[in-house]
């Protein structure tokens, strides 16, 4: 359970988030994301920001707030705004963190224009702090990933850096718990130094300020070492890409310079000690099928051309005139989350094309119309501009399936390869399977250079869905081995026969 506060509202003791959403079969654990703030500083007009140009207005910074957050190597500058904190924290690790402070020097104010205010502590003076409970333990883990250490200034972007060196108990912690992405570095160092910091020499040298991913502020590092993973999680790191925390940095200072990147991986190379040859497969994977992983950590996002028998059936066209058939054919399946999708391929296999004709989806002339789709979207990818305006001009077709075309591409169906349905193109998948259509071209994650399997026509498809779905239940009732199970086409032709399966399980087989 979390609460929310401004960042000015925060006050000593709160437990801050700093962490968000750890990508892991073992996570998250009783605890984790959350910190105990040590000292908190108020910087009103900093000086050491850059004011910027945002949607055509100047973005000037008035105010900031820095903590210094247990475990963390260095302070943070909080974005404006709401952050969440901690309603509820094991009892026994509340006490242990006031008892072994990061930060046990007199809270003095680190930047220039900052003060420490003489607010309460939260969880003392009648400033009820977060809730005490007992928390369960996560399960033992016997062996951790490899870490080292290296100086602050050679961080580099992509790095695993520890930014919660320990949370109460220790040996609770997950597998890469306390381990967040380096987004993006800056360095100040020399004569911006003074702007930045009341005490110059308090950096070292240098400052390294680090976008973290979870980390709502700017990480501030003085010249000293900091633990970075030897190899992350590839699954993690394959998630954290796929969706950063932030696309920029949120504050632009004075002084700052972005590091040359081949110069710090030279630096890291030198001091990245070699992992054992099976440190990736050390962490618990979230899947348990391979071809489902490895789409997940090779695949990539965009148009390709697929075979229309590939795409999963409907999973509710709710707004078809035919819709109150498959709620009818639904009812003789069992209770399955499966069932609406083959009730959906049944229904196909039975209409006749007076049926389609009966829905406007079915009007246009959609073999042409996928033909140059499918070009429309290879043009997009090809230098050739020629080819490019003759694709979307389209002049052979009529504006009605000129439109359904660009629409193929530019608001295309949607579905990621094994999937088990797609978004935004139930009805436009009906219309093409309807006109005999093989291929289509569709966005989604998949793995490049991989040959689709043969098409297959869609009244095909659809009767060994059903037939296909019906084996399974048969399977799953009667035993693999049972010469019943191969009847599943008599329950697929005289649907009354299913009323005799009123025990099939709840669940897809």
Not at 111 to 129: H, K, M, S
Not at 221 to 233: I, K
């Amino acid at each position: 359970m979390r609460q929310v506060y401004r960042a000015q509202q925060l006050l000593r003791g709160d437990y801050i988030r700093t962490g968000y959403a750890r990508f892991g079969a073992d996570g998250p654990r009783a605890g984790e994301y959350y910190a105990r703030i040590e000292h908190v500083e108020h910087i009103e007009d900093p000086g050491f920001v850059l004011s910027e140009a945002d949607f055509g207005l100047q973005r000037v910074v008035k105010r900031l707030v820095a903590v210094r957050v247990q475990g963390m190597p260095g302070p943070v500058l909080l974005r404006a705004g709401d952050h969440q904190v901690a309603h509820a924290i094991d009892e026994e690790r509340q006490r242990w963190d006031r008892l072994n402070l990061t930060w046990p020097e007199a809270p003095t104010a680190m930047f220039v224009g900052g003060a420490v205010p003489t607010a309460p502590v939260r969880g003392r003076d009648g400033n009820p702090g977060p809730e005490p409970i007992r928390s369960s333990p996560g399960s033992e883990i016997k062996r951790r990933p490899m870490s080292f250490e290296k100086p602050a200034g050679a961080l580099c972007v992509g790095d695993y850096l520890q930014t919660q060196a320990s949370r109460f108990p220790a040996d609770d912690m997950g597998f890469d718990e306390g381990f967040w992405r380096v987004e993006w570095i800056a360095h100040v160092e020399g004569a911006a130094l003074p702007t930045l910091l009341a005490d110059p020499d308090w950096a070292r040298g240098r400052v390294t300020l680090a976008g973290v991913y979870g980390l709502s502020g700017v990480l501030v590092l003085p010249e000293t070492s900091v633990r970075v993973l030897v190899v992350p999680n590839p699954e993690r790191l394959r998630n954290d890409l796929d969706g950063p925390w932030g696309e920029r940095p949120y504050f632009q200072f004075v002084g700052a310079r972005m590091p040359d990147q081949n110069d710090q991986q030279r630096k890291d190379a030198a001091l990245r000690p070699s992992a054992p040859a099976d440190e990736a497969d050390l962490y618990p994977s979230n899947f348990s099928n391979p071809a489902d992983r490895d789409l997940f950590l090779n695949g990539v996002t965009g148009i390709r051309s697929v075979p229309v028998s590939r795409l999963p059936w409907p999973h509710r066209l709710s707004r078809c005139r035919h819709f109150p058939r498959v709620e009818a054919i639904e009812k003789t399946y069992p209770d399955n989350w499966y069932a609406g999708q083959v009730a959906h391929a049944e229904l196909f296999a039975r209409l006749t094309q007076e049926d389609f004709a009966a829905c406007p989806y079915h009007e246009g002339n959609w073999p042409a119309i996928a033909e140059a789709a499918t070009e429309l979207a290879a043009a997009e990818l090809d230098a050739n501009a020629e080819r490019g305006r003759a694709a979307h001009a389209m002049e052979h077709l009529e504006e009605r399936d000129r439109e359904w075309a660009r629409a193929l591409v530019q608001d295309p169906i949607c579905w990621d390869d094994n999937h088990d349905s797609l978004t935004n193109g139930q009805h436009r998948t009906c219309a093409l399977r309807a006109a005999g259509v093989l291929h289509l071209p569709v966005e989604g994650r998949h793995l490049p250079d991989t040959a689709p399997p043969d098409a297959v026509d869609a009244r095909t498809h659809a009767q060994r869905t059903v037939q296909g779905f019906w084996r399974d239940v048969l399977t799953a009732v009667l035993g693999p081995s049972h010469p019943l199970v191969n009847t599943a086409p008599l329950l697929v032709r005289f649907p009354a026969l299913r009323r005799l399966l009123s025990s099939a399980p709840k669940r897809h087989p």
